[in-house]
């Protein structure tokens, strides 16, 4: 990122979004997978002006529905996709 570039923080007071832990994504599940490893995101590597927030919903991904399931995931992606 830009020295000169504003970084946005999440205006929730550090709660989580129930509509945000009703399903895994492919993205949180890319963040899973990694451990949570920045280093290893693709958000990440694309320089967005934004803390990320992953981990923390990963962790109530976990609490709220388990582990994730990968064919789930993108069989509901592509139903999204569709609609």
Request: hydrophobic share 35%.
């Amino acid at each position: 990122m830009n020295k000169d570039s504003e970084v946005f923080l999440p205006q929730t007071n550090g709660e989580i979004s129930d509509s945000i832990v009703q399903n895994w994504t492919l993205q949180a599940y890319e963040c899973w997978s990694i451990r949570c490893n920045c280093a290893l995101c693709s958000i990440n590597r694309s320089k967005y002006s934004f803390v990320c927030q992953m981990p923390k919903i990963v962790k109530a991904l976990l609490k709220k529905q388990g582990r994730p399931n990968l064919r789930m995931i993108q069989e509901q992606t592509k139903t999204a996709l569709i609609a």
